[in-house]
């Protein structure tokens, strides 16, 4: 997709939802870390259920490896691959004292060099925590970079870079939280819901639905999220 058509379909999700948040709970970089580490295979749904519990007794990295394997594993047995996840927590826990003083890195390496912790993990982090023009490459944004036209690649790294160069400066913060937004709710993976999409006419996928199941109408309709 061209950068105009860009700048187009950016300006279009913006006036739906001016300030986009992500949907985890967190009150701290710390908090937003481990949220977002715990999210991989399950929902956010999930894991801020298992979150509110899990930052009242363990909100830094010190009260978490107090609270133990054991301890943090009850909080999160409602979390796919909990057990190993338990084990990354606490020792990312102690790597962040022991390298960063207790603090979570405001930098990309930094992160991804912390157990559990991967570069969609660490984009979000940066992006989201300390405000830096990252763009995160879920499952939704993928589908949505690669549905649309926007930014077409085979992996998550190639569909990042590419969305880095066509998405306008303006839009960067907010750019995966756009797009998350939308391949969750409208660009859904097996049934798009392309006839309320306000991005149809700019979209590349050539299987459109553009009247609802069970409508009668014969006419289409776009509408906003």
Request: charged share 25%; with cysteine; net charge positive.
């Amino acid at each position: 997709m061209k950068k105009v058509q860009a700048a187009e379909l950016y300006l279009r999700l913006a006036e739906l939802n001016p300030d986009p948040e992500g949907e985890l709970e967190w009150t701290s970089p710390y908090t937003l870390l481990v949220a977002v580490a715990l999210s991989a295979q399950a929902t956010d749904v999930s894991v801020n259920l298992a979150t509110r519990k899990l930052f009242k007794v363990a909100d830094t990295p010190e009260k978490m490896l107090e609270l133990g394997e054991e301890g943090v594993r009850k909080h999160i047995k409602t979390i796919g691959l909990f057990n190993t996840k338990a084990k990354n927590l606490l020792l990312m826990a102690s790597q962040i004292l022991e390298r960063h003083g207790g603090e979570v890195p405001a930098d990309p390496d930094a992160l991804e060099q912390l157990a559990g912790v991967g570069r969609k993990t660490a984009n979000v982090v940066l992006n989201i925590a300390f405000g830096l023009p990252t763009i995160a490459v879920d499952t939704h944004v993928f589908r949505v970079a690669n549905r649309t036209g926007l930014a077409p690649g085979k992996t998550p790294l190639e569909v990042e870079r590419k969305l880095q160069k066509v998405t306008p400066a303006a839009y960067m913060h907010h750019a995966h939280h756009w797009l998350i937004l939308h391949g969750r709710y409208i660009c859904k993976a097996r049934a798009p819901e392309c006839w309320r999409c306000a991005i149809v006419d700019l979209c590349r996928f050539r299987d459109k639905k553009l009247i609802p199941p069970k409508s009668r109408s014969t006419g289409s309709a776009v509408q906003g999220q």
